[in-house]
C-alpha cells in the first residue's frame, strides 16, 4: 500500500523507551526510576477513593496541582502546565515552537527523545556539542545556538548526569533570542535548580517530572512553568483532559508529602556518591553525578561489552551507542542491594 503518512513520520523510526522487561528477578536500573515507593499517603487517597466518580471527566487544566505547584516556586497558577508526563509537554513544546522554518537547538549528548520530536515536526536540530571528555558546556552556547527558536538545556543532563553551570544557564536565558527549556526531570537530586529564571525571563520554560524524584514514573505526570504568556499559549495545544482525575488525586498527595520525598532523594543521593567511589576504585571513569544515575565508562572503554556482561547476569542498565557515549553505561541508582549487586559482577570482570 502506498503511505499515507506525512513524509516526516515516514521518514522517522520512532523513540526506542527504555526496555520494561517482564523477567522477574531481574535488577532494573536502565529507566532512572526510583527505587522507592511513593509517599503512603497516596495509598491512603488510593484507599479512599470512590470508583463511581470516574463517571465524570477530571478537571481540565487540573488547577489544583497548578496552585501546589506555582506556590512551590513562588509563582501563580496562571504560570503553570500540567502533563501527561513532561514527554507530554515536551511533544506540546515541539509543536508549539519547531518547524521546518523553526530549528531546535539541543546538546550533544542528551535526552534522545528531543530529535524524534524534532523530525515529527520536520523541525533541523542544531547540536552543540558538550566537551567529550568532561560533558562540560561550550561557554558560545548562545552564538551555537542562534539560528534556533527553541533551546534546550537539561539541567541535571541526561545521560551524563552533569549540570550546566548556572552562571552560563543565566546568560542563555538572557541572550538567546529565542524560547529557552529548562528540563528539570533530574533536579530533584541536584544542588540547586534554575525555577527562579522562568520568573526572571519571559522567554523561559522549566519543566519537572513526578517520574524520578517523586517516585511515579507509572503516573505519567509533569509540569512546566514559565511566563503567563508562554503557558497560555501551550494551554492552547494541549489535549482538553490530558491529565486523569485519579493522577490528580495522587501527584497532589505525594507532592504534599515533601519530607518522605526528600528522605528517599536523600538516600539515593548516599547510593550514587557510594557507588561512584567504588566504581573509581575500579578503574571506570565516572562523571560526577547530580541525578539519580552514574554515567560511567568502564576501564577497557567497551560499554558494550559491559552492558552484556551486566545482562548476562540479570542486571539491566542504559547503554548508548555512538563515538562517545559507547564508552560508557547509564546506570541508575538503585536499592543498596541492587547497586551491590551490579558492582559484584562490574568488579568480577574488571578485578582479575
Ligand atoms: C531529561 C528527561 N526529560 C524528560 C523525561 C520524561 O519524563 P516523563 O516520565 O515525565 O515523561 C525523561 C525521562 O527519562 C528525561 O530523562
Known amino acids: 500500500m502506498k503511505s499515507y503518512f506525512r513524509k516526516e513520520i515516514d521518514a522517522i523510526a520512532g523513540y526506542t523507551p527504555g526496555e520494561q522487561p517482564k523477567v522477574a528477578n531481574l535488577i532494573k536500573l536502565n529507566t532512572n526510576e526510583n527505587p522507592y515507593p511513593p509517599s503512603p499517603q497516596v495509598i491512603k487517597v488510593l484507599r479512599d477513593f470512590d470508583p463511581a466518580r470516574l463517571r465524570r471527566y477530571p478537571d481540565p487544566t487540573a488547577d489544583a496541582l497548578r496552585d501546589i505547584f506555582a506556590s512551590a516556586v513562588g509563582m501563580k497558577r496562571e504560570n503553570v502546565i500540567i502533563g501527561n508526563g513532561s514527554d507530554d509537554l515536551l511533544t506540546m513544546i515541539f509543536r508549539a515552537f519547531t518547524s521546518p522554518e523553526l530549528p531546535v537547538a539541543v546538546f550533544e549528548p542528551t535526552y534522545s527523545l528531543y530529535p524524534v520530536l524534532a523530525a515529527m515536526q520536520g523541525a533541523p536540530v542544531i547540536k552543540i556539542n558538550l566537551d567529550t571528555g568532561s560533558f562540560s558546556y561550550p561557554a558560545d552556547s548562545v552564538q551555537q545556538a542562534k539560528n534556533a527558536n527553541l533551546l534546550i538545556i537539561t539541567r541535571p543532563n541526561a545521560p551524563t548526569g552533569n549540570c550546566a553551570e548556572k552562571e552560563l544557564v543565566k546568560n542563555i536565558c538572557a541572550g538567546f533570542d529565542g524560547i529557552v527549556l529548562i528540563d528539570e526531570a533530574y533536579s530533584d537530586f541536584a544542588d540547586d535548580n534554575c525555577a527562579e529564571f522562568a520568573a526572571e525571563f519571559d522567554n523561559v520554560l522549566v519543566m519537572r517530572t513526578f517520574s524520578k524524584g517523586s517516585s511515579m514514573a507509572g503516573l505519567r505526570l509533569g509540569y512546566a512553568f514559565g511566563s503567563k504568556i508562554l503557558i497560555d499559549g501551550l494551554m492552547k495545544l494541549k489535549d482538553s483532559y490530558n491529565v486523569d482525575m485519579l493522577s490528580q488525586e495522587l501527584a497532589k498527595a ?99
Request: aromatic share 12%; with cysteine.
Open 254 to 352: 505525594n507532592f504534599l508529602d515533601a519530607a518522605y520525598r526528600k528522605e528517599c532523594v536523600a538516600k539515593i543521593i548516599s547510593e550514587r556518591e557510594n557507588l561512584t567511589a567504588k566504581l573509581t576504585g575500579i578503574g571506570f571513569k565516572v562523571i560526577p553525578s547530580q541525578a539519580n544515575f552514574l554515567f560511567a565508562a568502564p576501564p577497557d572503554g567497551d560499554g558494550a561489552g559491559a552492558f552484556q556482561a551486566l545482562r548476562d547476569e540479570a542486571v539491566i542498565v542504559r547503554y548508548f551507542p555512538g563515538e562517545v557515549t559507547g564508552k560508557y553505561l547509564r546506570i541508575t541508582i538503585g536499592t543498596p542491594e541492587e547497586n551491590a549487586r551490579l558492582f559484584q559482577v562490574l568488579e568480577k570482570r574488571f578485578c582479575k
